[in-house]
């Protein structure tokens, strides 16, 4: 690489924390700070607040060699380095528009504590305007002298495998109004070896609300598919496998199933139609996007309820896996805690698995006992419900599955399983998308 460049990284969250101890892994000198004094003390231990691959050793091993540290105070990272990314979150209210506080406040802190000339680099996903807004609040606020120019860098990665992501992201989004600051945030990310976009910043702001729109769009489409395969006798995964090999359409996401969770697309949906309404734009396609996602859960559980002729009171539902996706122990808008609420007002009573949320998940569901062992969750349960695809739930012993369960009864919202095998096997079977 080139010189190493000293920088601030605010934010110790998913995205903060893992291009911190990035950032040191390619040799910068990075500061990372929160003003949570617990999280800080925790990683100063060398102990992960989230569950993800590859991190703890990345940061314990830039820790040790003096690369990467940790902060309360965003003066410690304003006094010491040239870029401060700003990775605060940016979580919903409750009527769809975007909470901006944690941003207003680390705008503030950095013009409070900064003696010399900063870039600032917003990584956080924030709406159209953002960058602009900032750069005034800190220019407005800033110490006679002092220069502030602010770039927009969207961040891409994946939960579960943020660190892999972020030595292999497809695009490095570079927004900026001073060339200047875009070419210096341009040589920092250089060694990540990435192709750059270089554009405006209200053109980078949006590329992150397009893109995870699209990608939800792109699975309420495969979704509303699998809807309709049922009722024709067609296969989505046959459906998607044909559609994916036409280039132009690409075969990832288009795994039909309950419907996206997590933080990112549900928030960012509702933050795209927020900013649309905003506008006076009638954004009919992402209307449609968010409400099939949710008619999505319902239909999973009208498809158990079906099984048992509408009467769930009395049974007990497996349910297997809970975090919104694979490698995560993230529960935020999880399908599962939607689909478990519903099945337990129809009267069922839930057992659950997950290889790595139950202690997270005990709190959200009380009342739910939640194994560690999937064939102790599934004993005498009266159906398997797959929830999530974690890998542990995709190899299970099937036949130690069908002696464990009361009956053979499978509801598969991640076909993760072969129709025709599991019947073989002796299972009444219903996947998503098939017949
Ligand atoms: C997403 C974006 O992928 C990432 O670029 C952005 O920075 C943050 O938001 P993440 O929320 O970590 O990342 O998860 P992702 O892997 O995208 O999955 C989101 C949800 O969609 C999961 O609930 C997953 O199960 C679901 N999904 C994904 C499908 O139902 N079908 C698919 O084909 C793909």
Redesign the pocket.
Known sequence: MGEPIAVGVLGAGYVGLVSAACFAEVGHRVVCVDRDERKIAALRRGEMPIYEAGLEDLVRRNAAAGRLTFETETAAAASACELLFVAVGTPSLDNGDVDMSQIKSAMEAIAESSADDKIVVIKSTVPVGTGAMAEALLRSKARSGVRFDVVSNP??????SAVHDTFHMDRIVIGAASPAAGERLREALAPFDAPVLMTNRESAELIKYA??SF?ATK?SF?NEMANLCEKVGADIGMVAQGMGMDKRIGP????A?I???????PKDTRAQLFIAENVDYDFKIMRAVVEVNQLQRQRFVRKVRAAFDGELAGKTLAVMGLS??PNTDDLRDAPSLDIIAMLRQYGASIRAYDPVSGPKAAKLLPGVPIADDPYEALRDADAMLVVTEWAQVKTLDLDRAKAALRRPLVFDGRNVFDAAAMRAQGFRYFGIGKS
């Open positions: 961040e891409f990665l994946r939960e579960g893109s995870n990608l699975i495969i990832s996401f288009l795994n199933g419907g996206y969770g997590g933080f990112c697309l919104f996706k």
